[in-house]
């Protein structure tokens, strides 16, 4: 399961498997041992089949689409208003944006075929591309790019896209005033726009330059402070990506059809189905030929059995995310320094990433991603298992052991309920016996994904674990932790130093500047740290050697859509 407000793309919680996007790679044996892996310098590694004409009979069958895995979609596929990050992968091929950030971080042209940013880095212009047209044929301008930032700034919105460290100029009148629009967007013409800053952001081209949405369409019965309309159309997207969708069944596909509008032609591919797959049917399903790729978690024996099919082409990923426990801040118990530090030294984190990867994960000391440039572990402290620390952390912290075993203080236990979406979630069974011997009455909850995003977003809950979304640059595994935000900062941490880095490591867009800035956030957020970091991965994906382009698609980030556009299939 993965989180989406902001930095919490879908990949899976400790839990299911995803469509693997990113990263180019070189062939390489795998690691099939239990050994510690170095995934900072480790390159990613590719497969080519052995011998594509062992292509099932079914897949062969099917000529005029191409079927890929999703795990558990929510229905609302409507631009920065899901929570579930599996909905941001079902948008993907819907909805096409200014700019898209290719999987190294450059920003790549989508809607707009160029752009301009002032000499101060505050005004950003775009040029769209002439003759746009959403799915229905009805033209794209720059009329909706200026709807679609107002509404992500209206004074309802609570969704994942935020503004508040970038502020179009207007923001406060325009929320907070008798102001009918916000004064820093300026629609030139049809196919230019202008839009001013009043903070330098070196994220801001890839946020103001996001998916664009019909004003015609989602805007013609809005009202500023007023947004629940919207809810109606989250099942009936209308985009300007290259499908559109056909149907959306729940709890088994989605299904797309080719875009005639799109502005680089309607898709060879007539059809895509995002099939929802377990991880543990996935195999199944592409060796009898029902998907064309998926994504198979991290277990060498399943690459190996990937290597045996021979049609299959097989990328060997490390993947930009961070597996962690989420853990509540705004919890008495939990609100401590010293508890936190005492959940990290009284769990085996190294036992877990074995049991989950089997060589092919690392125990995560850092928040970043060992892909991402801001990556180093310079001055981090690294919480290796140590129940003796652990148990005079809590003692320290005023919690002490009853009769029972179960830690005390002023006359509540220390129980702490976790939450995950899955009965087999390693973290289950290993923290159940490391956090009991340190006291800790440790209780697991698994519950469906809707209802677990639920329980996060409202706070309801003392230990949960999630994903991280793919993250591309810096900002994206910490921005959380600087913001007052409920709706981002799910956590609820607090910590003044860490906030003031937080702000300063996108106030400037010197990269050299920002690695200074970043290692010593990094140094801070071990320091005190506001959640509990579990690991990083390599991902096994694979498709069907008959996809002509598979391997764009699979090594696609935000550019994935545009890579879907260009597959072909071998009759």
Not at 84 to 107: E, M
Not at 113 to 122: G, M
Not at 337 to 351: F, H, I, S, W
Not at 374 to 396: C, I, M, N, R
Request: proline share 5%.
């Amino acid at each position: 399961m993965t989180l989406t407000k902001r930095s919490l793309t879908a990949t899976a919680v400790l839990v299911a498997g995803i469509l693997a996007l990113g990263g180019c790679a070189a062939t390489a044996e795998p690691n099939t041992g239990n050994a510690k892996v170095d995934l900072a310098t480790m390159k990613d590694e590719f497969y080519k089949a052995t011998d594509p004409s062992k292509s099932p009979a079914a897949a062969n069958a099917r000529t005029d689409a191409f079927v890929t895995t999703i795990s558990k979609p929510g229905g609302v596929f409507l631009p920065g208003f899901y929570d579930n990050g599996w909905d941001g992968n079902a948008v993907q091929p819907i909805f096409a944006s200014l700019v898209v950030i290719d999987d190294a971080g450059k920003p790549v042209a989508d809607l707009a075929d160029k752009w301009e940013v002032s000499d101060d880095d505050l005004t950003y212009t775009f040029h769209l591309r002439k003759g746009l047209t959403f799915s229905d044929g009805s033209p794209l301008t720059a009329d909706d790019v200026a709807f679609t930032l107002t509404l992500l700034n209206d004074p309802q919105y609570a969704g994942g896209t935020d503004f508040s460290d970038i502020v179009i100029k207007g923001t406060d009148e325009y929320k907070n005033g008798s102001a009918t629009s916000l004064s820093g967007i300026e629609v030139e013409d049809p196919q230019t726009i202008r839009i001013t800053t009043e903070k330098p952001n070196p994220l801001a081209l890839q946020t103001l330059g996001g998916q664009v949405i019909s004003k015609a369409y989602y805007g013609k019965d809005y009202q500023k402070g007023q947004l629940d309309y919207l809810k109606a159309l989250y099942g009936k997207p209308l985009g300007a990506g290259p499908y559109a969708l056909d149907e959306y069944v729940e709890g088994q596909e989605i299904r797309y059809k080719a875009n005639e509008h799109y502005y680089g032609g309607k898709p060879e591919v007539p059809r895509v189905i995002f099939k929802v797959v377990s991880s543990d049917s996935a195999l199944q399903n592409f060796q009898n030929g029902d998907i064309d790729h998926g994504g198979f978690g991290s277990d060498p024996a399943v690459l190996k059995q990937l290597q045996g099919l021979g049609f299959a082409n097989i990328r060997a990923r490390v993947v930009p995310d961070i597996g962690a426990i989420w853990v509540n801040n705004k919890k008495p118990a939990l609100a401590s320094t010293e508890v936190r530090q005492a959940l990290y030294y009284g769990l085996d984190r190294q036992q877990i990433v074995d049991a989950k990867y089997k060589g092919l994960g690392q125990v995560a000391d850092v928040f970043a991603a060992p892909t991402q440039w801001s990556f180093t572990t310079e001055g981090v402290t690294k919480y290796a298992y140590d129940p003796k620390k652990a148990e005079k952390l809590l003692d320290d912290a005023g919690w002490k052991k009853g009769s029972d075993g179960v830690r005390q203080k002023d006359g509540q236990k220390l129980k702490l309920s976790y939450i995950t979406t899955k009965d087999d979630d390693p973290i289950i069974p290993i923290a159940e016996s490391t956090y009991t011997k340190i006291g800790i009455d440790f209780v697991p909850e698994v519950l469906d994904s809707n209802t677990a995003f639920d329980r996060l977003y409202n706070g309801d809950y003392d230990l949960a674990g999630f994903r991280t979304n793919g993250l591309s640059d810096p900002n994206d595994a910490v921005s959380e932790f600087g913001t007052d935000d409920p709706d981002i900062n799910v956590s609820g941490y607090q910590n003044a130093e860490v906030t003031k880095l937080i702000k300063k490591g996108i106030s400037t867009f010197d990269e050299k500047e920002r690695q200074k800035i970043y290692t010593e956030l990094y140094q801070k957020l071990s320091q005190d740290p506001p959640i509990v970091l579990i690991d990083y991965r390599k991902s096994l994906s694979a498709w069907n050697a008959r996809i002509e382009g598979g391997d764009k698609y699979v090594t696609g980030s935000g550019d994935a859509a545009l890579a879907l556009a260009k597959l072909k299939i071998k009759n």
